[in-house]
């Protein structure tokens, strides 16, 4: 078999820059359900959320994406907090399944409400400015804007990860995590630590939202689409584990760039093959801790 | 009580305590003095670790009243009352295995100025320094209640409410806890004990209450003990 190099590095690059959405997106996750133990399935509609916010925030108030990139993941996220005040802290002593219903029901209420008010076919945001263009690798080309989505992240991912390892913040949350009512009695306000962790990981969504604008349109059922995937990269990644999502996030983009490369047909199952695979033999997911 | 005085820290009267829908503590009624060792004895399910966890405030349902240093604690939640100036050290000592040695013992916030430093905290407990990067769940149970009992020295409580810091411990080390709390009595912070080891107890002790069913049955101090012998045989069976 032939190696069309040019071809197979677009491949892997568009991988990698998939795996940059996923990544952001399966840490979100991972983050809230450390903490909360909500299988948060509006993440979806979260992300899409930080997408419409910069595409709202550059119509009705003309600040650009890099304003967007700031902004939007502290409005949704704040709509995040309301959420959690108003539902999800009333279902943190209940099985897992109430928690994934009640945001898997919230989804579909955000989602029906953008695509009654914004329709399905996508609202265009320009790439800025600053980002346009293409960089010539030599064996390809590289969008400026691809490139920054891939190095962002990556900064954002392991911000994340050094946050939640190496910090005095990052401990209390590990502690909380384990064994939030002694954590409390050590006088620390874990409730609102709760809070503030699903605001963040809904930030984290919106932040990815953000990014994808320019890529994908902006569209309500942006967020359905993804968020399936993401929850196999997160299935495979392991529940709660923050390294597990970043490196599974960016390691199946990669996998699925390379299947569209050498057998297309397969590249829109090969994660949920995978997926099949880790749950038989590793059912705790590849970075998981058996429960 | 005959002798409640100026100096009471801790004031506990009527503290009935629920879990979910079974009743645990019946009116539980002691006080703890400032600078005291004051020890709950009692047989298993007597109510001695719910007592400490409704001082606490992490128990579902507690009704009565719990006062430290004359103010009420019982509607407060408990990263309130920790603030207060009580701290706890649970009896499965409660270190996180996600945390090494120097972030479960750095974990606990301040609540108050005075308490002791890291230095003085290795000087009680020097195995913790050689063992700072190590996971803490790593370590061994001695050295896993040494991290527990040290974690809560910092903080600045002066209350300190210790859950059976001696159970499944070698000797030597029930020793080093020992040695411990008289240091940290001499040093003025006022310690309420749980203990089923009652011989260790009676090296510590100031005081002790007997629980029995939820409630307080006999109290007596350390002076008392000989003449108390029989009545701790027939409520403890040792």
Known sequence: MEINLPALFGQLLIGLINGSFYALLSLGLAVIFGMLNIINFAHGAQYMMGAFAAYFLLQFAGLNYWWALVLAPVIVGGIGIVIERAFLQWLYKLDHLYGLLLTFGLALIIQGLFRHRYGSSGLPYQIPPQLTGVRDLGFTFLPNYRAWVIVFSLAVCFGTWFMIEKTRLGAYLRAATENPTLVRAFGINVPRMITLTYGFGVGLAALAGVMAAPIYAVNPTMGADLIIVVFAVVVIGGMGSIMGAIVTGFGLGVVEGLTKYFFPEASNTVIFVIMVIVLVTRPAGLFGRAA | ?238
Not at chain 2, 58 to 79: H, Q
């Open chain 2, 1 to 238: 009580m005959l002798d409640r005085t100026q100096d009471t820290l801790l004031q506990i009267e009527d503290l009935h305590a629920w879990y979910g829908e079974s009743h645990i503590l019946h009116g539980v009624t002691f006080h703890v003095k400032t600078g005291e060792v004051v020890t709950l004895l009692g047989r298993n399910g007597a109510g001695k670790t719910t007592t400490l966890k409704s001082i606490m405030g992490i128990v579902g349902k507690r009704t009565g009243s719990v006062k430290f240093e004359a103010r009420e604690l019982i509607n407060l939640t408990s990263d309130t009352i920790a603030r207060a100036g009580l701290a706890f050290c649970p009896e499965e000592r409660g270190i996180f295995a996600s945390l090494d040695v120097e972030e479960n013992l750095m974990l606990p916030p301040q609540v108050r100025p005075g308490g002791l430093t890291r230095e003085q905290i290795f000087e009680l407990f020097p195995n913790l320094r050689e063992r700072l990067r190590s996971q803490g769940t790593k370590l061994s149970g001695g050295e896993q209640q040494m991290l527990a009992i040290g974690r809560i020295l910092r903080t600045g409580a002066r209350l300190l409410l210790l859950d059976e810091p001696t159970e499944g411990l070698a000797p030597v080390i029930i020793q080093q806890i020992g040695n411990t709390i008289r240091k940290l009595k001499e040093q003025g912070f006022t310690i309420l004990l749980v203990e089923q080891n009652f011989r260790f107890a009676s090296t510590v002790a100031d005081r002790y209450y007997i629980m029995e069913h939820g409630k307080v049955v006999e109290q007596f101090a350390n002076t008392e003990l000989d003449k108390k012998l029989e009545t701790l045989h027939e409520y403890l069976g040792v």
